[in-house]
């Protein structure tokens, strides 16, 4: 009994020194840490906010939505909702031919517009009440110090739209003066976010503007350069790049504004409807398109292919506009078709390709400069044909090469866009787009692609802070 006693003594006795040392070794860690934490005080926000940007969860990314007025979103469809002056680039406009009452915020049908409503989705998804966004990759949050990026809720596409539709003032576009509408909004949402807290601790590089339309912020675009810009292609900065090496190719360095290292491609809004691989019949036609046979800078080689297919058989090529008879041909011919051709327009990419996505209708994507959404969460190589500029515009060869698809080979093609068709959808069915979104649908990808920008983000503005005063940062950009 008594060796009992000793052995239960010492037990005790070695827990209760083993307790202490925990505890003197856990204050220790203690101490250390805020000595060392306090040996510097300028341990600010922004420090803090580069950790988060390195952690940030895989599973989301935080959101702050910058506090601009609503004027300047929303606000700017109920301005287009109230005029009663229909778009001067169409015969007809779809949105003002008769009056008539609309939900709340519902963006254009122009579908000169509406292919460019990626802003509008987006901001939808934003507003949406938390409980409700279930489906969300991006995290609402509501104190810029806890965000990852910043968005900037400006409809910059929508702006410039409204401002190209005027009948009599579209060379007033470019100008900047009274008279434009769009160029004043644009300095406006510029002097608010650049002198913003947000703004003066990253230099705008974790700030988010959806610029679908290569017009879009035109006045601003070297003030928001370094931020996350969302566009449907880089074309739209091609000329600015040979106006500011005053045409000499020889110095010039494209893309100075816009790189695949911060920059995203997202889609244009689909303006068909999507057609399930269930509904799918025989199609009779092998090639299809429609559209403008005339365009300027890289499309001009359309009015080649047009002068080469238009009288090859089994080749449909209609020149018209996105009105409503318009539309309905293209439904019916591109449902039709095994192929729709995709050359490049004003600039390398257009709203064609993902209408033909929708309509099971093979791309045949004739641009040698494109960029494509999603890349590297979507292979286009499985289901698009790409043919080099050179080849498509050799007598023969693009029909002859089309022809040897096997009807195996076009089958998988089809196949595989059934199953990525959502993967380019932005639309929710909720009127005004404030309601959940599709988990796998467009929004979210855009978002998925910022958040892989994160990483980069962080080492430009940790750069950025170690260049001493008055130094500036060389433009450069490594896109490929």
């Known amino acids: 009994m008594a060796t ?34 306090n040996k510097n005080p300028t341990s600010s926000a922004s420090s ?63 579908p000169l517009i509406k292919q460019y409503s990626a802003e509008y989705w987006i901001m939808g998804d934003l507003e949406t009440p938390q409980n409700l966004r279930t489906n969300s990759f991006a995290k609402r949050v509501f104190d810029a110090n806890e965000a990852d990026v910043v968005f900037v809720p400006f409809f910059a596409t929508l702006s410039a739209e409204m401002e190209l539709a005027k009948a009599k003032q579209k060379n007033m576009f470019r100008k900047k003066g009274d008279g434009n509408e769009d160029y004043k909004r644009q300095k406006e949402v510029i002097d608010f976010v650049i002198n913003s807290d947000p703004w003066k601790r ?139 051709l995709h050359p490049a327009g004003d600039t390398p990419t257009s709203c064609r390709l993902f209408d033909a996505i929708q309509s099971l209708c093979i791309p045949v994507i004739v641009s040698d400069n494109i960029e494509l959404p999603f890349e590297g969460m979507v292979d286009y190589f499985e289901f698009s044909v790409f043919v080099a500029l050179r080849d498509a515009l050799t007598p023969n060869w693009l029909v002859r090469h089309l022809r040897s698809f096997s009807e195996e080979q076009k089958d998988k093609f089809r196949h595989r866009m059934a199953e990525i068709q959502p993967i380019f959808v932005y639309e929710n069915n909720h009127p005004g787009g404030i309601g959940p979104i599709l988990p796998d649908g467009a929004v979210n990808h855009v978002w998925k692609k910022v958040h892989q920008k994160l990483p980069m983000i962080k080492e430009a503005i940790v750069r950025a802070k170690r260049k001493p005063p008055g130094v500036s940062i060389p433009l450069r950009c490594h896109c490929t």
């Open 202 to 340: 990253s230099g705008g590089r974790d700030h988010v503007f959806v610029l679908t339309d290569p017009v879009a912020m035109w006045h601003v675009r070297s003030q928001i350069a370094p931020a996350i810009l969302l566009v449907v292609d880089f074309g739209g900065w091609y000329r600015l790049d040979s106006k500011s090496s005053n045409g000499n190719s020889s110095e010039m360095i494209q893309h100075t504004q816009v790189s695949l290292l911060k920059d995203v491609i997202v889609p244009y809004t689909h303006l068909l409807p999507r057609l399930y691989l269930s509904d799918n019949k025989k199609r009779q036609n092998l090639l299809y398109f429609k559209g403008a046979k005339h365009r300027h800078r890289g499309g001009v080689v359309r009015e080649k292919l047009w002068d080469l297919l238009v009288n090859e058989a089994g080749v449909i090529m209609e020149e018209g506009f996105p009105n409503a008879t318009g539309r309905e041909q293209s439904i019916k011919g591109m449902r039709s078709s095994e192929f729709c």
């Open 4 to 37: 009992m006693k000793k052995y239960h003594y010492t037990s005790k006795s070695s827990i209760c020194l083993s307790l202490t040392l925990l505890s003197i070794v856990s204050l220790s860690f203690f101490f250390f840490f805020f000595i060392t934490a």
């Open 48 to 110: 803090d906010q580069q950790l988060r940007i390195q952690t940030s969860n895989p599973n989301s990314i935080k959101v702050y939505v910058a506090d601009l007025p609503r004027s300047y979103n929303y606000g700017l469809i109920d301005q287009y909702w109230a005029s009663t002056s229909p778009d001067s680039r169409l015969p007809s406009d779809p949105d003002h031919q008769t009056p008539h009452p609309h939900p709340p915020n519902r963006y254009p049908e122009n």
